[in-house]
């Protein structure tokens, strides 16, 4: 095939066409995603309204609906060029195991010590608080993903950096939490008894292994409360998702340099902070009309915010103590199974995402968890690289698309989001190793519970 | 700085110029290390002697000693080209923290599954394995970085694959253990029942935690006595350190490009793998007497083979069932104290690399463990990457020799072999975040035990 003469495994930008700016998909949204709205008044969040938890910079970002270009700043190019850009893979090996004509790439996100994409954002986000003055910051981590990270871009600008870290994954993965203190990061499981909202949700139910949404109140909590310090996040809000256009700037110039055009973009989405980074300069062509792609959101059958989620306006946090943003929501109440070990554990989804899925521009499909596992251990022996559980979601999905391209024979090109490495998940795939895991997807009765705890209000029927 | 302006971050080569040749620096050498002998006969070990043990392409590189370059198989290439060329990263932010002249350089093997370079080896040795016909190959792991290099190799290739894993490892170490399980290898602790030789060691110290000596009796063992299996090492041998020289080809290629002469060349060293491919080619040079470099080998004082072992024949394994490899030892049964956390804890030395330190062409070293994860810590929090507790003994030196530049204001180019992460060494850091590991220096003493169980014979008198 001459196609595979010429583009090599492995596709490299230099450290000089590291984006200079990042693109704020919102700009060219005909249908804006909806304000944070603040949950007593139902008026949207001013800028003064949200200062007292994020810092200044970060706040305007959040409201900017308009500028399509923001730049990065040189001391945030700088740290990207110590592990960005990062590849864009051709799988040869996948495509040649599963014997498909689809041509497969890549965007692999895990060179990192964080492990993942997260990283993008935390440097951007500890870059501002730094700026503005600040002494620290505090954050919730779930997978332990985002906590790591932030803890690499804390020890780096010299911050103090506070972890409420999900409990079950404090006590499945110790080492995590031994990275994050490496990192110089105080790291405390949650639900704790340091915070009002971590009492309150222990004294009604002891046995809690926590959730993201319960960390989120804690960490916003102290951040609030204590002179010095915001809080930053990981996922789901629309800053994040402009700091990590990062990796869909990167992929379209890898691909634009060998003249690739894909057919479709697959990415895994928790709280959207992948998916939307690397769809989005896509997303920005098929919103101008310029070109048109699937793009397809991968979730956990066991957490199906998307596909069996409201599109109403809900609390971000398990503790009720944020701002309402509208999105697909399983309820700020829902927690998914223990069972459950793929991550992407959030009941929310990313406002920005949400607003284009309601609008028809991307598709969404929920998938089991053996069968995320049943790809991870495909892909790591083909491969070579051990993908996160998360990631793994895409990996599903690609190969499924690909098959399917094999029964057709079209030759489509499927690029899809390998967003990080599994090392720290090695609980979960001894699970799957040991044929032990098993999936759960929730009843309709378990999703009313959840969904009961929407806050109900004039035009937020669901 | 004008370099500053010039010299990227990382230096990437492309794929196309992955080497394709491996360099055997024995051509070059005036000394050639000594062949391997049997014990009984003390005679060299001829390839029909080998051939139990190895597969016989492997055997020929072990035995060539004047061959300069040998081809690197297609297949190999192309494996390759899943994770390499690795990156040669500028530390320009090591440089700032330590305020120093020095120029500093890693060539950065980490960027792997395995976690290591041992994955140049493994997948050569399990290419040539395939390719004569064998169902599969046995083999121990220490740190797990081996076993987990020759699992991917294996799987990508469809062989069978029995790793016998030191147990103080395969204890510590149960995420390592998975991802061998992952990749579909047979991982088992030793010493163990499986075999006569871990048997006996079981009995005689029924709470021993093993050793990388003890292991490596087992694999040999069951090589030897099952049908259409070889046994396959990750180090010390010859044809471990040619398959390495990538590491230092790729090394110098980098370097040339950008008309950089470094000064001295820094890795650690436990049985030589990653310190004899990275300075092979830099080594050639001296030998040819083209150019000189100062080539420091590092190792823990806890297992300070180099700096206080002898010089003679011994056994490679701590059965005794291996033929004498002539190098510096501590005595196949020396054992460093289960407090030593970081690594490189084999009793020999490379015999290319004894040579060499013998005819005083290389320095070495030696360093205690909480020096070397100070320096691990503080690599990690400015470089952003969690180094291999194996690895940050070469970080230690060239953080040291960076520091006497500083005092003496010489602009120093130091380059250092970073030859893996730490992902799975977080109960060391742990110990180190908890203030909780301890130095131990064995004592006169404890060195001769060891040394007692050294065989004597005419012309090797310790």
Known sequence: MAQNEKIPYKIYLSEEEIPRQWYNVRADMKNKPAPLINPGTH???????????????LVAQELDNDTAYIDIPQEIRDFYKMYRPSPLVRAYCLEEKLDTPAKIYYKFEGNNTSGSHKLNSAIA???????????????ETGAGQWGTALSM??????????VYMVKCSYEQKPFRREVMRTYGAQVTPSPSDTTQVGRKILAENPDTTGSLGCAISEAVEVAVGT?????VLGSVLNQVLLHQSVIGLETKAALDKYGIVPDMIIGCAGGGSNLGGLVSPFMGEKLRGERDYRIIAVEPASCPSFTRGKFVYDFCDTGMVTPLAKMYTLGSGFIPSANHAGGLRYHG????????????????VSVEQTAVFEAAEMFARVEGILPA???????????????????TGEEKTIVFGLTGTGYFDLVAYEKYNNGEMDDHIPTDEELAVGFAGIPRFEGNEI
Not at 43 to 57: I, N, Q, R, T
Not at 227 to 231: Q, S
Not at 350 to 364: K, N, R, V
Not at 389 to 407: F, G, M, N, W, Y
């Open 349 to 364: 989804m990313s406002p920005i995402l949400s607003q284009l899925y309601h609008d028809g521009l991307m598709e969404a």
């Open 389 to 407: 559980p998360e990631s793994s979601h895409a990996i599903r999905v690609a190969i499924d698309e690909a098959l399917k391209c094999k029964q």
């Open 227 to 231: 002179e010095g310090y915001r809080y």
């Open 43 to 57: 008026e949207p969040m001013s800028a003064a309204d949200l200062a007292p938890v994020f810092c200044d910079e």
């Open 125 to 139: 986000q500890a870059y501002y608080a730094k700026k503005q003055g600040l002494k620290g910051v505090t954050t």
């Open 153 to 162: 871009a804390c020890a780096y600008l010299g911050l103090d950096c506070k």
